[in-house]
């Protein structure tokens, strides 16, 4: 069964911290993503990467930052966490021609 | 980013009714899909479609990409318990510019 695993379902972090949110994908997708979901708001690009150590910014990058050093693995950064980045974090991924995403069971962090 | 207006927000029907969302945007997609999220879980894809005019179906659902390029919706027939979820578009593209609806919430009462 293929799969995109976050490392956490639940988190809670102070504001000012340093978070990593991973993912990984055993599935040799070439694309991955991740998302924000608010209520009302839907899922919202972040950032996305087509290859080891590429990245593009999505939508809404202001306060996030990734890293992607292998294939499988996808990270999301928050570089000094804020109560307006409690959220749902998505991570996806995809082959390059598929537009059929493969989305892992998210993330909720909220932060105090 | 582009917006995507999905209608409605939220759905409460009894066991064995329809069930139609749509969703519409200002500008052309070349692709729109469909996906539901089961509660504490990831969105998971349910149909896709490639071009204008095309309706797909897939059991119970059926899905149609708009003759302008601007619009898609879904339909349910014969509504179960397990059709509780949200229920997102999207349009895109190309594989990296996907762009999601704010979603349809379905509950469904036995």
């Known amino acids: 069964d293929v799969k995109v695993t976050q490392s956490s379902r639940y988190l809670v972090k102070r504001t000012g911290e340093k978070v990593f949110l991973e993912c990984v994908q055993d599935m040799d997708h070439e694309n991955m993503f991740w998302y924000r979901q608010d209520p009302g708001l839907g899922l919202r690009l972040i950032y996305f990467?087509?290859?080891?150590?590429?990245?593009e910014k999505g939508d809404i990058p202001e306060g996030y930052s990734v890293s992607r050093e292998k294939k499988e693995r996808f990270s999301l950064i928050l570089e000094s966490a804020s109560t307006n980045q409690t959220s749902m974090y998505l991570c996806?991924?995809?082959?390059?021609?598929?537009?059929?995403?493969?989305f892992g069971s998210g993330t909720r962090l909220t932060v105090v | 980013g582009q917006q995507l207006n999905q209608s409605p927000q939220s759905m409460f029907i009894q066991e064995g009714e329809d069930v139609s969302m749509n969703c519409t945007s200002s500008?052309?997609?070349?692709?729109w899909l469909w996906y539901k999220q089961d509660p504490g879980e990831g969105p998971v894809l349910l149909i896709a479609?490639?071009?204008?005019?095309e309706l797909t179906s897939n059991g119970r659902l059926t899905a149609q990409f708009g003759i302008t390029r601007k619009d898609s919706f879904l339909n349910i027939s014969a509504s179960i318990p397990s059709d509780v979820g949200i229920y997102f578009c999207?349009?895109?593209?190309?594989?990296?510019?996907?762009?999601f609806g704010a979603g349809t919430r379905l509950t469904v009462k036995p």
């Open positions: 990467s087509y290859d080891v150590k590429m990245k």
């Open positions: 500008s052309i997609f070349n692709t």
């Open positions: 479609l490639y071009k204008a005019g």
């Open positions: 996806a991924s995809s082959f390059p021609s598929n537009y059929g995403y493969t």
């Open positions: 999207a349009g895109s593209h190309n594989n990296n510019d996907m762009r």
